[in-house]
């Protein structure tokens, strides 16, 4: 996935905003609440999300993928695709939309409704 496709996908997901910031990257936030970065990657393209416990033990162990720098650290269930063969172009959508949902749903329930998110 290029970074035009990633944030053509992001982009087409519901309340999206789109920003460049931490060195160029392109984040993706629902809400205010960042749940997509593409960037932070020295030589190919790396995308970061949000996932659930179970995804994020799965995940981790799985070549081209790992705990994202800075936000796992500090214990949140955050992965980066940043390598071969990492996901493909649909499973990452697919965590992207999921991760897009799970900040969606950490967010209050009259900003989900100010939002049109499902709630």
Known sequence: MTYEEFNQFCGGLISTTHVIQWGGSHVWKVGGKVFAIGGWADDQ???TFKTSEISFEILK????LR?????????LK???NYAQPGLSDED??????RSHELVGQGLSKKKQRELGLPN
Not at 92 to 97: A, E, G, H, S
């Open 78 to 80: 955050w992965i980066q």
């Open 92 to 97: 990452l959508k697919d965590y992207l939309t």
């Open 45 to 47: 393209p790396a995308y």
């Open 61 to 64: 162990e799985q070549e081209g």
């Open 67 to 75: 705990p994202a720098p800075y936000l796992a650290s500090r214990g």
